[in-house]
């Protein structure tokens, strides 16, 4: 049986000669290390497309983490990699969630879900237009309503869920439902755009 070369002999390859083969090793060897951690933070069914592009990624991350790994700081490899994953993940979430508009109701704590995964190619007035004529065209009018006392407010603050309730004389969580399945509506068609 040959004997095969240590994680620090690959390296030192390939950071000295880029040579190819180290690379599919050290691919072979540590791409479980790198799925596992984007499993652990990419779990969450909202982040799906971001874990897909984090799988995409791998062997240009296990590449990257190759080349900037110092044996000199004393830990493995594998080590090594598993922190270059976990804040390329940490970071992708973050500035994702920064673009993203969540919409958060201090008083109830309810995630309105967000547009933006779905409307990539859209501009923010083209979905607005959108939104206006799904709004324009929907029958129920509890949701015309809710709309307008959700978002309608002069100082660009989200009422809370509770005051809706209260002036349309439903449960919280029926409000959020009737806008959520809106929501919905109008994303599917976006898709349809």
Not at 12 to 28: A, F, N
Request: a positive charge; proline letters at 3%.
């Amino acid at each position: 049986m040959p004997h095969s070369p240590s994680d620090l002999t690959l390296i030192e390859k390939l950071q000295e000669r880029k040579d190819e083969d180290s690379l599919l090793q050290l691919i072979e060897r540590h791409s479980g290390i790198y799925h596992s951690m984007v499993n652990h933070f990419m779990s969450h069914p909202q982040n799906a497309l971001d874990k897909d592009q984090m799988v995409n990624e791998k062997d240009a991350t296990i590449y990257s983490a190759a080349m900037n790994y110092d044996p000199n700081r004393k830990t493995k490899f594998s080590t090594h990699l598993a922190n270059q994953t976990k804040w390329k993940c940490l970071n992708l979430l973050n500035k994702n969630k920064r673009m993203k508009q969540f919409f958060i109701d201090e008083d109830e704590n309810h995630f309105e879900p967000s547009c933006e995964s779905f409307i990539a190619d859209l501009t923010r007035g083209e979905v607005l237009s959108v939104f206006k004529t799904c709004l324009k065209k929907e029958k129920d009018e509890r949701v015309k309503k809710i709309v307008d006392v959700r978002y309608g407010r002069a100082d660009n603050k989200l009422t809370p869920w509770r005051v809706i309730s209260e002036e349309l004389k439903m449960s919280i969580q029926g409000c959020i439902n009737i806008h959520n399945r809106f929501i919905e509506k109008v994303k599917r068609h976006i898709k349809n755009v």
